[in-house]
């Protein structure tokens, strides 16, 4: 994984590696050329480039041995121009604030690009889900809420689940709001169990967003998916689903990988066992003793290579050497911009995060939607609906692309911060 150093004698090369790395910065370069394409004003820019809102909160929280850790927590809201501010809560000891910001501006882009009728949120708190109780991660689930619970609400800004958060933790999240408010409200989050109100295909509509947007590049480059050759960096909720739904229509897990390492087979992976033993963390190769690094597993030969695990994956260091046709971006912010022209330059077709993981906010206004009018869709409801969403908003961005010749990221940013500018300059903001 390559990392920001902080040494302050940096060469100018170092330097230059540094910015791309940064996360939030490579975000505002490229909305900057967004809003130029598109002909919009720099005081558009400058209203875009930066969160309206960002809250830092400290959360006390009683551990199971009786002392206090105070955990760190932030709720970002990019713009709510175009409606109530959308986005998940990651919970994961590298969460930081410029990442909470940048995440929360992909949020407003990627509701943009499916046409939701949201802006763009974001939350995180600084901890390590993995070595904490059932109880000491419910009390700090609670306590965020406590601390947002101002500025969160069904028709203000809708958390979800994100990296290392799940459906639990949002129904924990869900019962603090509606004691909070005193009436209960479904519709304060997203992603819950089907019996608190949950939508059916919630679980499943990252990797199946995914899906989708791996099925209609493929048409665009001529590869079927039966027989495919297919990576997967990250083997948790998008990640293992996407290897399922991928199994299933006939195409080659090859390479699937984890925090802890990856594992690589040419003849294809038996991704019904590796499911069935991956842990709650989406951990698995820890049962095995053929594991290769992850970034062994990028560069290995696959038709179809797609990072679902964590940002800064495929860089100017190693996007040379990255062999796949199509890269499907499922984690958010996997690809630098420098590796992104070096991609664009060599014919690689890249569906950029913003467009390939939109599933999952697409299908949690389904579910903000089904709390609203308190009717519920079948899964086959849901998925049709879904499909729809997905495929549209691919075309739309591979036209733009053509049209304006230029890559998916950039078309993708063209697409998604229409609808926020549009918004933001009819309420007289700008
Ligand atoms: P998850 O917590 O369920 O799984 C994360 C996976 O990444 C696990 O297999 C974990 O072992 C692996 N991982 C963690 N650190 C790693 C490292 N340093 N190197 C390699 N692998 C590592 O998370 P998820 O929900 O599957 O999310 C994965 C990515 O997809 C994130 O970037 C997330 O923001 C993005 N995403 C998820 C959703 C969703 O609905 N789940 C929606 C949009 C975007």
Redesign the pocket.
């Known amino acids: ?1 390559s990392i920001i150093k902080t040494s302050e004698n940096l060469s100018e090369e170092q330097k230059k590696e540094n910015e791309s790395l940064d996360l939030f910065l490579s975000t505002q370069t490229v909305i900057k050329e967004a809003l130029n394409k598109l002909g919009y004003s720099n005081e558009l820019f400058e209203l875009l480039k930066e969160p309206l809102r960002m809250l830092t909160v400290r959360i006390p929280v009683k551990m199971d041995d009786g002392t206090v850790k105070v955990f760190t927590g932030y709720r970002s809201q990019h713009n709510d121009a175009v409606g109530p501010t959308k986005g ?1 809560v ?1 919970f994961h000891p590298e969460v930081n604030e410029k990442e909470v910001k940048a ?1 929360s501006i992909w949020m407003s882009l990627k509701c943009g690009i499916t046409d939701l009728p949201y802006g763009g949120g974001k939350g995180g708190i600084i901890c390590d889900p993995r070595v904490m109780s059932f109880g000491e991660l419910e009390r700090l689930s609670r306590g965020y809420v406590r601390a947002i619970s101002q500025i969160v609400g069904p028709t203000k800004d809708i958390p ?7 459906s639990q933790i949002m129904a924990w999240m869900m019962d603090e709001y509606s004691r909070l408010r005193e009436f209960d409200s479904p519709g304060f989050i997203t ?1 819950k169990p089907i019996v608190l109100g949950g939508s059916q295909g919630r679980e499943t ?2 990797a199946r967003g995914v899906t989708i947007c791996i099925e209609e590049a493929g048409k665009k480059k001529g590869i079927d998916l039966l027989g495919a050759r297919i990576i997967i ?8 689903f996407l290897a399922k739904f991928m199994h299933n229509a006939g195409a080659m897990v090859i390479g699937i ?4 390492g990856a594992l690589y087979d040419p003849k294809g992976l038996d991704i019904d066992y590796l499911i069935d033993r ?1 842990d709650s ?4 190769t820890n049962l095995f003793t053929n594991v290769i690094t ?1 970034q062994e597993l990028l560069e290995k030969e696959c038709d179809i290579l797609v990072p ?4 800064n ?1 495929i860089t100017a260091q190693n996007a040379h050497r990255i062999k796949a046709s199509i890269v499907v971006e ?5 690809t630098t911009l420098e590796a992104t022209k070096i991609l664009d330059e060599r014919g690689v077709l890249l569906v950029p ?1 913003i467009l390939a ?5 697409t299908v949690s206004y389904f579910e903000w939607v089904q709390n609203n009018q308190g009717y519920y869709w079948s899964e086959e409801e849901v998925v049709e609906k879904l499909r729809k969403v997905m495929i549209d908003s691919f075309e739309n961005i591979y036209q733009t692309a053509q049209v304006y010749k230029v890559d998916m990221r950039l078309a993708a940013y063209m697409v998604g911060i229409k609808k926020s500018a549009e918004a933001s300059s009819f309420r007289g903001w700008v």
């Open positions: 994984m998940g990651r995440l979800a689940p994100d990296m290392y958060t799940n992603g509509a990252t960096q990250g083997f948790g909720n998008a990640g293992s990988s984890d925090a802890n991956r963390f989406g951990t698995v992850n679902a695990a964590i940002s994956q499922a984690a958010n912010g996997p995060d993981s939109a599933g999952g906010v």
